[in-house]
Protein backbone atom coordinates (compact mmCIF):
# COMPACT_ATOMS: atom_id res chain seq x y z
CA UNK A 1 0.00 0.00 0.00
CA UNK A 2 1.18 3.81 -0.66
CA UNK A 3 0.12 6.16 1.70
CA UNK A 4 1.84 9.78 0.92
CA UNK A 5 1.17 13.60 1.22
CA UNK A 6 -0.02 15.31 -1.95
CA UNK A 7 2.72 17.89 -1.46
CA UNK A 8 5.18 18.84 1.28
CA UNK A 9 3.05 20.63 4.00
CA UNK A 10 4.62 24.22 5.57
CA UNK A 11 3.75 25.20 8.86
CA UNK A 12 -0.33 26.33 8.91
CA UNK A 13 -0.68 24.65 5.22
CA UNK A 14 -3.49 22.46 4.54
CA UNK A 15 -2.46 19.14 2.58
CA UNK A 16 -4.26 16.05 0.54
CA UNK A 17 -3.36 12.72 2.03
CA UNK A 18 -3.55 9.80 -1.11
CA UNK A 19 -3.87 6.08 -0.53
CA UNK A 20 -3.62 4.19 -3.00
CA UNK A 21 -4.33 0.18 -2.30
CA UNK A 22 -3.10 -2.53 -4.71
CA UNK A 23 -6.12 -4.40 -6.84
CA UNK A 24 -4.20 -7.49 -5.25
CA UNK A 25 -5.26 -6.63 -1.65
CA UNK A 26 -8.68 -5.92 -2.52
CA UNK A 27 -11.61 -8.80 -2.46
CA UNK A 28 -15.43 -8.69 -3.26
CA UNK A 29 -16.78 -7.19 0.08
CA UNK A 30 -16.73 -4.65 3.09
CA UNK A 31 -13.71 -3.10 2.87
CA UNK A 32 -11.96 -0.85 5.90
CA UNK A 33 -8.81 0.05 7.31
CA UNK A 34 -7.19 1.96 9.93
CA UNK A 35 -4.15 3.90 9.70
CA UNK A 36 -1.98 5.64 12.34
CA UNK A 37 -0.92 9.37 11.42
CA UNK A 38 1.75 11.01 13.81
CA UNK A 39 2.01 14.79 14.09
CA UNK A 40 3.99 17.62 15.46
CA UNK A 41 0.83 19.21 17.10
CA UNK A 42 1.03 18.94 20.76
CA UNK A 43 -2.70 18.95 20.90
CA UNK A 44 -2.73 15.75 18.17
CA UNK A 45 0.14 14.01 18.12
CA UNK A 46 -1.79 10.67 16.88
CA UNK A 47 -4.58 10.92 14.12
CA UNK A 48 -6.92 7.46 13.38
CA UNK A 49 -7.94 7.52 9.91
CA UNK A 50 -10.14 5.30 9.01
CA UNK A 51 -11.23 4.00 5.23
CA UNK A 52 -14.61 1.98 4.25
CA UNK A 53 -15.76 0.66 1.04
CA UNK A 54 -17.75 -1.47 -0.48
CA UNK A 55 -15.95 -3.74 -3.02
CA UNK A 56 -17.85 -4.88 -6.15
CA UNK A 57 -16.84 -7.92 -7.70
CA UNK A 58 -15.29 -7.98 -11.41
CA UNK A 59 -18.01 -8.35 -14.70
CA UNK A 60 -16.90 -11.86 -15.94
CA UNK A 61 -16.97 -9.89 -19.22
CA UNK A 62 -14.35 -7.47 -18.23
CA UNK A 63 -11.67 -10.26 -18.30
CA UNK A 64 -12.59 -10.93 -22.01
CA UNK A 65 -11.41 -7.64 -23.05
CA UNK A 66 -8.06 -8.11 -23.93
CA UNK A 67 -7.00 -4.38 -23.99
CA UNK A 68 -9.05 -3.92 -20.74
CA UNK A 69 -7.83 -0.78 -18.58
CA UNK A 70 -9.03 -2.36 -15.61
CA UNK A 71 -7.76 0.32 -12.58
CA UNK A 72 -8.30 3.60 -14.71
CA UNK A 73 -10.47 2.88 -17.83
CA UNK A 74 -9.23 5.54 -21.07
CA UNK A 75 -9.42 9.08 -21.02
CA UNK A 76 -11.07 10.35 -24.66
CA UNK A 77 -11.62 13.43 -24.67
CA UNK A 78 -14.35 15.35 -22.39
CA UNK A 79 -15.06 11.48 -20.87
CA UNK A 80 -14.01 8.32 -19.77
CA UNK A 81 -14.72 5.30 -20.75
CA UNK A 82 -13.90 1.97 -18.87
CA UNK A 83 -12.83 -0.40 -19.01
CA UNK A 84 -11.63 0.53 -22.68
CA UNK A 85 -12.92 2.98 -25.37
CA UNK A 86 -12.01 0.91 -28.14
CA UNK A 87 -12.52 -3.10 -26.65
CA UNK A 88 -11.40 -6.07 -28.49
CA UNK A 89 -13.16 -8.90 -27.52
CA UNK A 90 -12.58 -12.21 -28.82
CA UNK A 91 -15.48 -14.97 -29.01
CA UNK A 92 -15.90 -18.79 -29.47
CA UNK A 93 -17.71 -20.33 -32.75
CA UNK A 94 -21.58 -19.46 -32.38
CA UNK A 95 -21.05 -17.47 -28.99
CA UNK A 96 -23.16 -14.09 -28.41
CA UNK A 97 -21.44 -12.31 -25.28
CA UNK A 98 -22.99 -9.02 -23.55
CA UNK A 99 -20.63 -6.62 -22.55
CA UNK A 100 -21.06 -2.91 -20.87
CA UNK A 101 -18.81 -0.11 -20.96
CA UNK A 102 -19.48 2.54 -18.24
CA UNK A 103 -18.86 6.31 -19.78
CA UNK A 104 -18.54 9.79 -17.86
CA UNK A 105 -18.69 12.76 -18.85
CA UNK A 106 -15.71 15.43 -17.58
CA UNK A 107 -18.64 17.93 -16.92
CA UNK A 108 -20.85 16.73 -13.92
CA UNK A 109 -24.55 16.36 -14.65
CA UNK A 110 -24.01 16.66 -18.44
CA UNK A 111 -26.47 14.12 -20.67
CA UNK A 112 -25.26 12.30 -23.30
CA UNK A 113 -27.34 10.13 -25.57
CA UNK A 114 -26.72 7.46 -28.90
CA UNK A 115 -26.11 9.10 -32.18
CA UNK A 116 -27.76 6.45 -33.68
CA UNK A 117 -30.15 3.59 -32.40
CA UNK A 118 -29.93 0.10 -33.07
CA UNK A 119 -30.62 -3.16 -31.42
CA UNK A 120 -27.05 -4.07 -30.67
CA UNK A 121 -26.87 -1.32 -28.57
CA UNK A 122 -28.82 0.45 -25.68
CA UNK A 123 -27.97 3.56 -23.02
CA UNK A 124 -28.91 3.07 -19.62
CA UNK A 125 -28.04 5.80 -16.51
CA UNK A 126 -25.76 4.16 -13.89
CA UNK A 127 -28.34 3.40 -10.64
CA UNK A 128 -25.25 4.82 -8.69
CA UNK A 129 -22.94 7.11 -10.06
CA UNK A 130 -23.19 10.41 -12.67
CA UNK A 131 -22.07 8.42 -15.64
CA UNK A 132 -23.68 6.19 -18.35
CA UNK A 133 -23.72 2.52 -19.12
CA UNK A 134 -23.64 1.69 -22.83
CA UNK A 135 -24.90 -2.45 -23.11
CA UNK A 136 -23.84 -4.16 -26.31
CA UNK A 137 -24.72 -7.37 -27.21
CA UNK A 138 -21.64 -8.70 -29.39
CA UNK A 139 -21.83 -11.64 -32.21
CA UNK A 140 -19.14 -13.47 -33.76
CA UNK A 141 -18.40 -12.23 -37.27
CA UNK A 142 -20.32 -14.22 -39.61
CA UNK A 143 -17.99 -14.43 -42.79
CA UNK A 144 -14.68 -13.00 -41.64
CA UNK A 145 -12.22 -13.54 -38.95
CA UNK A 146 -13.00 -10.54 -37.63
CA UNK A 147 -15.54 -7.41 -37.56
CA UNK A 148 -15.68 -4.02 -36.42
CA UNK A 149 -18.70 -2.42 -34.44
CA UNK A 150 -18.95 1.38 -34.19
CA UNK A 151 -21.05 3.24 -31.62
CA UNK A 152 -21.24 7.44 -31.45
CA UNK A 153 -22.40 8.85 -28.66
CA UNK A 154 -23.22 12.47 -28.24
CA UNK A 155 -22.87 14.69 -25.67
CA UNK A 156 -25.19 18.12 -24.38
CA UNK A 157 -22.30 20.11 -25.02
CA UNK A 158 -22.04 19.27 -28.52
CA UNK A 159 -18.59 16.62 -27.82
CA UNK A 160 -19.00 13.40 -29.51
CA UNK A 161 -17.09 9.97 -28.47
CA UNK A 162 -16.32 7.82 -30.84
CA UNK A 163 -16.34 4.06 -29.80
CA UNK A 164 -15.82 1.09 -31.41
CA UNK A 165 -15.88 -2.84 -30.80
CA UNK A 166 -13.29 -5.18 -32.56
CA UNK A 167 -14.77 -8.60 -32.70
CA UNK A 168 -12.40 -11.69 -33.37
CA UNK A 169 -13.75 -15.42 -33.69
CA UNK A 170 -11.43 -18.38 -32.92
CA UNK A 171 -11.78 -21.17 -35.63
CA UNK A 172 -9.97 -23.60 -33.34
CA UNK A 173 -10.38 -22.89 -29.81
CA UNK A 174 -9.24 -25.82 -27.64
CA UNK A 175 -6.28 -27.10 -28.50
CA UNK A 176 -4.33 -30.49 -27.93
CA UNK A 177 -0.74 -30.40 -27.73
CA UNK A 178 0.68 -33.12 -28.91
CA UNK A 179 -1.92 -33.85 -31.34
CA UNK A 180 -0.99 -37.64 -31.04
CA UNK A 181 1.32 -39.28 -28.70
CA UNK A 182 4.12 -41.61 -29.91
CA UNK A 183 5.77 -43.29 -27.29
CA UNK A 184 8.28 -45.28 -29.46
CA UNK A 185 10.14 -48.32 -28.44
CA UNK A 186 9.75 -49.35 -24.97
CA UNK A 187 12.17 -52.45 -23.28
CA UNK A 188 9.42 -55.18 -21.48
CA UNK A 189 12.45 -55.19 -19.50
CA UNK A 190 12.53 -51.78 -18.26
CA UNK A 191 8.83 -52.14 -17.33
CA UNK A 192 9.28 -55.47 -15.64
CA UNK A 193 12.19 -53.69 -12.99
CA UNK A 194 9.12 -50.93 -12.28
CA UNK A 195 10.76 -48.05 -14.07
CA UNK A 196 8.28 -45.13 -15.06
CA UNK A 197 7.72 -44.63 -18.86
CA UNK A 198 5.81 -41.61 -18.98
CA UNK A 199 3.98 -39.41 -22.04
CA UNK A 200 2.14 -36.15 -21.25
CA UNK A 201 -0.40 -33.77 -23.54
CA UNK A 202 -2.03 -30.35 -22.59
CA UNK A 203 -4.96 -29.32 -23.38
CA UNK A 204 -6.26 -25.90 -22.96
CA UNK A 205 -9.25 -23.32 -24.34
CA UNK A 206 -7.71 -19.85 -25.65
CA UNK A 207 -11.13 -18.18 -25.11
CA UNK A 208 -13.94 -19.40 -22.69
CA UNK A 209 -13.61 -21.89 -19.91
CA UNK A 210 -14.08 -25.97 -20.08
CA UNK A 211 -13.72 -28.88 -17.55
CA UNK A 212 -12.42 -32.22 -18.48
CA UNK A 213 -14.99 -34.96 -17.63
CA UNK A 214 -13.61 -38.00 -18.10
CA UNK A 215 -10.13 -39.63 -19.67
CA UNK A 216 -9.85 -43.47 -21.11
CA UNK A 217 -7.39 -45.12 -22.68
CA UNK A 218 -8.29 -47.73 -25.55
CA UNK A 219 -4.88 -49.19 -24.25
CA UNK A 220 -5.86 -51.21 -21.24
CA UNK A 221 -2.12 -51.41 -19.76
CA UNK A 222 -2.05 -47.48 -19.52
CA UNK A 223 -3.15 -45.43 -16.41
CA UNK A 224 -4.24 -41.60 -17.16
CA UNK A 225 -4.89 -39.02 -15.11
CA UNK A 226 -5.19 -35.51 -15.57
CA UNK A 227 -3.49 -32.41 -13.50
CA UNK A 228 -5.13 -28.95 -13.41
CA UNK A 229 -2.66 -26.28 -14.19
CA UNK A 230 -5.40 -23.13 -14.31
CA UNK A 231 -8.82 -23.92 -13.72
CA UNK A 232 -11.47 -24.17 -16.46
CA UNK A 233 -8.60 -23.36 -19.26
CA UNK A 234 -5.52 -25.52 -19.03
CA UNK A 235 -4.67 -28.82 -17.94
CA UNK A 236 -2.03 -31.39 -18.21
CA UNK A 237 -2.42 -35.14 -18.78
CA UNK A 238 -0.12 -37.71 -18.02
CA UNK A 239 -0.06 -41.60 -19.10
CA UNK A 240 1.90 -43.95 -17.92
CA UNK A 241 1.86 -47.87 -17.65
CA UNK A 242 -0.02 -49.99 -15.41
CA UNK A 243 2.71 -51.62 -13.20
CA UNK A 244 -0.20 -54.79 -12.49
CA UNK A 245 -0.98 -54.71 -16.61
CA UNK A 246 2.37 -55.06 -18.65
CA UNK A 247 1.80 -55.68 -21.82
CA UNK A 248 3.42 -58.55 -24.10
CA UNK A 249 6.42 -57.40 -26.96
CA UNK A 250 4.25 -56.14 -30.04
CA UNK A 251 3.33 -52.85 -31.35
CA UNK A 252 0.10 -50.75 -30.06
CA UNK A 253 -2.14 -48.69 -32.00
CA UNK A 254 -4.21 -46.74 -29.47
CA UNK A 255 -6.91 -43.67 -28.58
CA UNK A 256 -6.90 -41.24 -25.58
CA UNK A 257 -10.46 -40.26 -25.47
CA UNK A 258 -11.24 -37.35 -23.46
CA UNK A 259 -14.43 -36.32 -23.00
CA UNK A 260 -15.03 -32.39 -21.68
CA UNK A 261 -18.01 -29.97 -21.11
CA UNK A 262 -17.05 -27.73 -24.10
CA UNK A 263 -19.91 -27.33 -26.32
CA UNK A 264 -18.03 -27.33 -29.83
CA UNK A 265 -15.61 -30.14 -28.63
CA UNK A 266 -17.21 -32.61 -26.36
CA UNK A 267 -15.56 -35.34 -27.09
CA UNK A 268 -11.42 -35.77 -28.28
CA UNK A 269 -9.64 -38.61 -29.78
CA UNK A 270 -6.26 -38.82 -29.35
CA UNK A 271 -3.99 -41.07 -31.43
CA UNK A 272 -1.49 -43.27 -29.54
CA UNK A 273 1.24 -45.41 -30.56
CA UNK A 274 4.00 -47.26 -28.86
CA UNK A 275 6.14 -50.60 -29.32
CA UNK A 276 7.01 -52.88 -26.71
CA UNK A 277 10.66 -55.01 -27.48
CA UNK A 278 11.59 -57.46 -25.45
Known sequence: MDFYFDKV??????????????????????????????????????IKVTITATIKPLPAFAKRISN??????????????WPAARPRVTLEKGERLPISLRIRPAAPDQSIKLAAQSDSFTLTRET??????????????????????PL??????????????TVSSLAENLIVTPPQLDFGEVALAKLQSGATVMSRLGIRKLVG????KSLASSLDFLQVESETLV???????RIRFDPAKLPK???????????????????????IKLVVTK
Open 68 to 81: ADIEHGEKVGAFIV
Open 209 to 212: TFQI
Open 249 to 271: AATYIGTLRIETTDAARPHLEVP
Open 128 to 149: NGSGYMVNITVEPPADAPSRVL
Open 231 to 237: DGSNYLI
Open 152 to 165: VVQAESGDELKLQV
Open 9 to 46: LQPGQVGVIRVRIPTEELAPGLFERTYELQTNDPKHRL
